[in-house]
């Protein structure tokens, strides 16, 4: 489902994106508008969150901060992304 979501990325900026699923709809978020949704019904419950991708196939080339995974969707329209860390 996921489609290559470089255009709108500046480099040397840092970018804020949520993956929201409600139901069985999962929603991606960048910088705080909605810019790809569709079907997914996997079971990510097994806790085997191995890597984002390489660079070679399309995945991540840079660094990644303030991660978090919640049990609920707390994302559901066009949202102000947060300025700083969740932690302080």
Not at 19 to 43: K, M, N
């Amino acid at each position: 489902m996921v489609r290559k979501l470089g255009s709108s990325i500046v480099e040397d900026t840092w970018h804020h994106y949520a993956f929201v699923r409600s139901g069985s709809t999962l929603t991606i978020y960048h910088d705080g508008v909605p810019v790809e949704s569709g079907t997914f019904t996997a079971d990510w419950g097994d806790g085997t969150y191995t890597r984002v991708g390489s660079a070679s196939s399309g995945g991540l080339i840079g660094e990644l901060a303030d991660i978090r995974i919640v049990e609920s969707a707390v994302y559901t329209d066009t949202f102000t992304p947060p300025t700083g860390s969740y932690w302080g």
